[in-house]
């Protein structure tokens, strides 16, 4: 596609429920990162994919956190019981590779009640 | 430490005059690229300018450009002749490392531009 696709763009959730957010990168972009955003900071990074490998999951926050990207292109980010402090936005980005070239998603939202 | 410090929290301008946005970075890594992103309200991160570690001159895309001083690890966003839909969030980010990687991101700077 033209550009990075997220899915979907507001998702409420009660609290103790899971969540899936889907990314859907440019076509061709090796690599796929996922962001948490909280209210008013900058993005915090969560993991990172080369084609299906998930090379870097450093940052997500908890066993809770999940993430995968089977066939090396659409991913998702599963938030199992879902805690008020998971509330945020979550950013989707994809790069073709040579370190630039950073496609951000337009962010789903997630509020937990 | 941060890896990148955004002092500013807000800014405020004129339209049509120039700003600038402070970056600092701090890094080991002697190969690093700096990037500065636009978030407006509606949430997209809209990429504005790159400058890689080596690169011998300020990148420049436009109305945007960057004062890169690599011995005082800065990177500042300089906005000329601001218009009002430049009103949004900016963040300065880094990769380190000259391969594929993750980026880090400050805290940000909110600019709003008054008529």
């Known amino acids: 596609g033209a550009g990075v696709s997220q899915s979907p763009r507001y998702k409420v959730a009660k609290r103790g429920q899971d969540v899936a957010l889907r990314c859907d990168p440019i076509?061709?972009?090796?690599?796929l990162f996922w962001y948490q955003q909280a209210l008013g900071q900058g993005p915090e990074f969560l993991t990172y994919?080369?084609?299906?490998?998930?090379?870097?999951k450093s940052g997500l926050p908890s066993d809770r956190f999940f993430a995968e990207r089977p066939e090396g292109s659409v991913s998702t980010l599963k938030i199992q019981r879902t805690q008020q402090e998971d509330s945020a936005v979550y950013l989707c980005?994809?790069?073709?590779?040579?370190?630039?070239?950073?496609?951000f998603g337009s962010g789903t939202r997630l509020t937990v009640v | 430490a941060q890896k990148i410090t955004q002092t500013q929290p807000g800014m405020f301008v004129q339209e049509k005059e120039a700003v600038t946005l402070d970056c600092t970075y701090d890094?080991?890594?002697?190969?690093?690229?700096l990037f500065w992103y636009k978030q407006p309200s509606s949430g997209e991160m809209i990429f504005l300018i790159y400058?890689?570690?080596?690169?011998?001159q300020n990148a420049t895309e436009g109305r945007y450009s960057l004062n890169f001083q690599k011995a005082r690890k800065s990177a500042n966003l300089v906005i000329s002749a601001s218009q009002l839909g430049d009103s949004a969030m900016y963040f300065c980010?880094?990769?380190?490392?000259?391969?594929?990687?993750?980026?880090?991101f400050g805290k940000g700077t909110l600019l709003t531009v008054n008529p």
């Open positions: 076509s061709g972009h090796v690599s």
């Open positions: 400058q890689g570690s080596y690169d011998q």
């Open positions: 980005a994809s790069t073709p590779g040579g370190g630039r070239g950073y496609t």
């Open positions: 994919f080369q084609n299906e490998a998930q090379l870097d």
């Open positions: 980010a880094m990769r380190e490392g000259g391969s594929n990687y993750k980026l880090t």
């Open positions: 890094t080991s890594d002697p190969s690093y690229g």
